[in-house]
């Protein structure tokens, strides 16, 4: 994860390095000011989840195990 915050209004979208092969079924995720977006990579123009820049580092890290 290179990219740091981005503003909300452009954000960088990047899919997870733990999708594998299978490009149907990934996460991507935005850093942005107030922490990072998550949305289904399918689905680009759909709905996103919001999380803080904390939670996200809860949740790498809890999943890196």
Do not use: L, Y
């Amino acid at each position: 994860m290179s990219a740091g915050p981005q503003p909300d209004s452009q954000p960088v979208w990047f899919k997870s390095s733990h999708s594998g092969g299978n490009t149907t079924e990934c996460v991507e995720a935005a850093f942005v000011p107030t922490g990072v977006m998550v949305r289904d990579s399918k689905t680009p123009r759909g709905p996103h989840i919001s999380v803080s820049a904390e939670a996200w580092s809860r949740f790498v890290g809890a999943s890196a195990r």
